[in-house]
């Protein structure tokens, strides 16, 4: 049975949430010394395919795919950006598609990361199919048909295609940068947090939910945590197994129709530093390796959250007490042009309205047991997520990041604006507690 098989017997079709789930990719292919497939999987959709990679993948897999496509005479062209930083950007974008051959049926992305989401842009626009080699276990997006790219200077998701072919070869996989290899758990940690705020959202906001799809995720990052010593010591099996785990996550995504599955409060300090690293130059690192280390962060906000005990007048005169104008300022201040998309949801979501406050707030008091029990069932001690970050060699700081701790604060108290979710900071802004907190966490 191959893989996409055994999701589709576990988790596909008609579930009790009221969706069918299926599995997007058709093919799905995770082994050893496996590039020579490439040329039949390509033959099922097309005859001409064009190859994207940039200067770094295409020393790592590239080369070899062009060879086997042009010897099957399957090479109809070719583009590798020159960027030593390449950035999903429209900048990007525009150049892949400028590049593109249109005689070419069919794409392939050899690469992960930034090149997969340009991959799957580049298909969307095209109507071409297209395939994913991956290079790194870096990200969980492999399997989604969504693309991050930065959009006028904001880090959004937009809704493109997913892959039809997925193929990982571990042997190529396995000698990725150490980095790549942390970035890749530290994405699938997020889901620690990701999974619990799904779960209070259905509770606080009636929010979908399917806990099929949860389970999903549940397995496979328990699949990626019991391998990341190995997985850091290069053993192939590890790398399958946490590559498995990453397509998971990004197939989860896709059978809920949202993204919930796979991130929460972690990723939108990650987008965060993102934004401001496009418009004020500031640090960023590899998206993983930044919701690695937010997650542990979120996890001790989480501690703290278990402690509260919601009170009414408390956050009643907190409520009344926010300023929307004030805060605009200090999100124009803080994050640019970043912030006009972040303001403009709130003027249509209308989140800080003192009625639908109440509204919320009168469920989180009302479900305030049910809530901690979710916490307790889904995030791990801050001691047991220490014991993973140094089994991945991952002990780093926002400052080690490059980010002060008033920075650092300010970015928690603007994951709250990054989406239409419903996170942990907005729970503690309902609650009336947001800036206590805040400052006990980044003191």
């Known amino acids: 049975m191959n893989l996409k098989e055994q999701i589709e017997r576990e988790y596909g079709g008609m579930c009790e949430c009221g969706k069918e789930h299926g599995v997007i990719l058709e093919d799905i292919r995770i082994g050893s010394h ?241 934004m401001r690293g496009e418009e004020f130059k500031t640090p960023a690192d590899y998206h993983g390796i930044q919701c690695g280390i937010a997650t542990g962060t979120c996890i001790r906000i989480y501690d703290r959250i278990r402690q509260l005990t919601p009170d009414y007048q408390t956050a009643a005169s907190y409520v009344e007490a926010f300023s929307w104008e004030a805060w605009k300022q200090e999100l124009k201040d803080f994050l640019g042009k970043s912030a006009d998309a972040m303001i403009a949801l709130e003027e249509k979501e209308q989140k800080y309205n003192p009625a639908t406050h109440k509204a919320r707030f009168e469920r989180i008091a009302d479900h305030w047991q049910e809530i901690l029990s979710i916490i307790e069932e889904e995030v791990p001690s801050a001691e047991e997520y220490d014991r993973l970050m140094k089994e991945i060699g991952l002990q780093e700081s926002f400052e080690d990041l490059g980010h002060s701790v008033a920075e650092t604060r300010k970015t928690f108290y603007a994951t709250k604006d990054i989406r239409d979710k419903y996170i942990g900071s907005r729970l503690l802004w309902d609650l009336g507690m947001l800036e206590k907190v805040g400052e006990e966490i980044f003191a």
């Open 34 to 274: 496996i590039l020579e497939e490439i040329p039949d999987l390509v033959r099922k959709h097309g005859s001409s395919a064009f190859l994207v990679s940039d200067r770094n993948t295409y020393k790592a897999a590239g080369k070899e795919v062009a060879r086997i496509l042009e010897k099957a005479g399957m090479l109809g062209g070719s583009w590798c950006f020159p960027q030593d930083k390449l950035e999903p950007d429209e900048k990007a974008a525009g150049s892949l598609l400028m590049h593109f051959d249109n005689s070419c049926d069919y794409i392939v992305v050899v690469g992960s990361g930034t090149l997969n989401d340009l991959g799957k842009l580049a298909s969307a626009v095209t109507g071409r199919p297209f395939m994913i080699v991956g290079t790194a276990p870096s990200m969980d997006g492999f399997a989604s048909a969504t693309s991050s790219v930065i959009r006028d200077g904001l880090k959004i998701s937009l809704s493109t295609t997913a892959p039809v072919a997925f193929v990982a070869d571990t042997s190529i996989m396995k000698d990725a940068p150490a980095r790549l290899l942390q970035a890749g758990i530290g994405d699938m940690f997020a889901k620690y947090i990701s999974i619990c705020e799904w779960r209070i959202s259905h509770v606080i906001n009636d929010e979908y939910y399917c806990p099929k799809v949860a389970g999903l995720v549940r397995n496979a990052l328990k699949r990626c945590a019991d391998n990341a010593g190995a997985l850091m010591q290069r053993d192939e099996e590890a790398v399958a197994a946490v590559t498995e785990g990453l397509v998971y996550a990004g197939l989860a995504m896709a059978m809920a129709g949202v993204s919930r599955p796979a991130s929460g409060m972690e990723h939108y300090f990650s987008h965060v530093w993102d």
